[in-house]
Nanobody, 118 residues
Framework: QVQLVESGGGLVQPGGSLRLSCVAS????????MAWYRQAPGNERVLVAL???????DYTRSVKGRFTISRDNAKNTVYLQMNSLEPEDTSVYYC????????????WGQGTRVTVSS
């Protein structure tokens, strides 16, 4: 079992920045691929960014160059630095830990709300 707790969401003006954090507990964090997803009202949950256990990163096209995902295995934490925020980034952001590639499971946090508005 893995427990994930997100923090860092809030209200920010367009062009502003936020950093989301997700702290994991309950398993060997370094083995997990970590990701951030987001879900806007009425929409499906979609992948925003991922980072594998060996540090490979990938992003959905709409956030490339603005968002940066990183991980600190010593702190069991994954981050999402979000710059140049746009109203279209308004969503609930969810942290995901995935170890299915090692025969394990996938886990979700409770979500943190990000609102980009003037």
């Amino acid at each position: 079992q893995v427990q994930l707790v997100e923090s860092g969401g809030g209200l920010v003006q367009p062009g502003g920045s936020l950093r989301l954090s997700c702290v994991a507990s309950g398993s060997i964090f370094s083995l997990y691929a970590m990701a951030w997803y987001r879900q806007a009202p009425g929409n499906e949950r979609v992948l925003v960014a991922l980072i594998t256990s060996d540090g490979y990163t990938d992003y959905t096209r709409s956030v490339k160059g603005r968002f940066t995902i990183s991980r600190d295995n010593a702190k069991n934490t994954v981050y999402l630095q979000m710059n140049s925020l746009e109203p279209e980034d308004t969503s609930v952001y969810y942290c995901n830990a995935d170890n299915r590639h090692n025969g394990g499971s996938t886990y979700w946090g409770q979500g943190t709300r990000v609102t980009v508005s003037s």
